[in-house]
């Protein structure tokens, strides 16, 4: 499996992006999907997931702001990202879980830059 994300940018704090992750070699639709992130320093963490009927849970800085969905027919999923804050800035990754773990495939993430 490999995973791209993409989509990232520089925004003022305020702002809005949207995610995307697409997929070559397999089909998205066949896994929960979720988005982590990870800022300088710091250590990766878990954002968002989507499960295989849709149902949604977010880490709670971001609930209410963050939204994650997918479109089985183009392969993607994606992660709406409003009211940015400078504290969501990092290197945002996407991947895929098969069974009770996620997959090695990480990707090159995408750099969301919030400034203040």
């Known amino acids: 499996v490999q995973l791209q994300a993409s989509g990232g940018g520089l925004v003022q704090a305020g702002g809005a992006l949207r995610l995307s992750c697409g997929a070559s070699?397999?089909?998205?639709?066949?896994?929960?999907m979720g988005w982590f992130r990870q800022a300088p320093g710091m250590q990766r963490e878990w954002v968002a997931t989507i499960s295989l009927g849709g149902s949604t849970s977010y880490l709670d800085s971001v609930k209410g702001r963050f939204t994650i969905s997918r479109d089985n027919a183009k392969n993607t999923v994606y992660l709406q990202m409003n009211s940015l804050k400078p504290e969501d800035t990092a290197v945002y990754y996407c991947n895929a879980k098969w069974g009770k773990t996620w997959l090695d495939a990480w990707g090159q993430g995408t750099q969301v830059t919030v400034s203040s």
């Open positions: 070699g397999t089909t998205l639709r066949r896994y929960p």
